[in-house]
């Protein structure tokens, strides 16, 4: 594996020397199954993940004598770390923009999250924003259907939040999904900025490192932060014996300069085992850390790199406010789509249902007590209760 991801191949070659041969990358630690490989630094060219995915990622998933191959885990020295531009905004540029300090972020997608017409996508945003949601988010794959178009539903949508904003007093702000080929996602993030948006969303594996890259310059340009999904990563990730896990795509996503990304929740919808969540939201938010060998994870020094903000999403609602924020903390975003439309008494309810359920958690409350105070909360709790989805 390791001479098929630098320069070796299946035979002898006449045209190898001894300088070429000191390229090759080196298996040098063995621990059961798993097999540690360094590289030469002048196989990589900086500040290109294409490029580094290539090699490390590359080829070597598909050969014969495979049965299966995980990259776990990669550690970056600090001489590429320091060819990226990492966040733009960070966690404490996200807080400043949306003046929440003290709490989690908390965003919902409009419910069905495909099918709505722009009038209808449109009031359900001032429902949770009205509620107390603070970001109304896209849907990984609501981009310009005919039934909603991408520039009347980001002209009307933050028309309507602008004025949620001056009825509530809050900041409010739009996720926009502007996932697409890269000049239309470059013309999208463009008219995001015109109309007065503050964040583009993309799907950055099925866009591909390097419209991400390029987004990420564009996004500095025009003062966008950008919310990452991961949408296509369980397809390699979610096998343990064999693809890349999610670490490394973290890692990489963390280096190409998202803001945020989703990183599970342990107890909604979605495959997120608590000690893979746990790692992501260290690689997201640490400026370093040490090895630990209970989460395969390497060694981490992300250098100046701003720290992005983990997401928790699929699968959420109220009653599962305490265990997501024992998990994952203060910093993060938390977005619930079903547990604030499917609320019983409609999506505002159900916005501000999520809403108290986290301040009563951030303030040491149980659930129970901040029901009595909250009608929205103690329905969400009659109806879900600790529900955890399957």
Known sequence: MASESSNGTWTEVVTMSDRIRA?????????GGWVRVAYPRDLFEPGSLPQVWSSIAGNVFGM?????LRLEDVYWPR????????????ISGLREIMKVEGRPLLA?????????????????AVEVW?????LLKDDENL???PFNRFEERVRETLRARDAVEAETGERKSYLVNITAPYREMERRARLVSDLGGEFVMVDILTSGWSALQSIRELCADLGLAIHAHRAFHAAFTRNPRHGVSMKVVAESARLAGVDTLHV????????SPVEEVRALARILRDPKSDEDPDLRLLRKDWGSLKPALPVSSGGLHPGLMPDVIRILGRDIMIQAGGGVMGHPDGPRAGAAAVRRAVEAVVAGETLEDAARDSPELRRALEHWGRLRPV
């Open 23 to 31: 390229l090759s990358a080196r298996a040098y630690r063995f621990e």
């Open 143 to 145: 981009t310009d259907q």
């Open 79 to 90: 001489w590429l770390v320091d060819s990226f531009p990492g966040p733009g905004r960070g």
């Open 130 to 134: 009205s509620g107390g949601v603070d």
């Open 108 to 124: 919902t997608v409009p419910k069905p999250k495909v099918g709505m017409t722009t009038e209808e996508h449109v009031r359900a």
């Open 64 to 68: 014969k004598a495979l049965r299966g």
């Open 264 to 271: 599970g929740t342990v107890v909604g919808k979605l495959v």
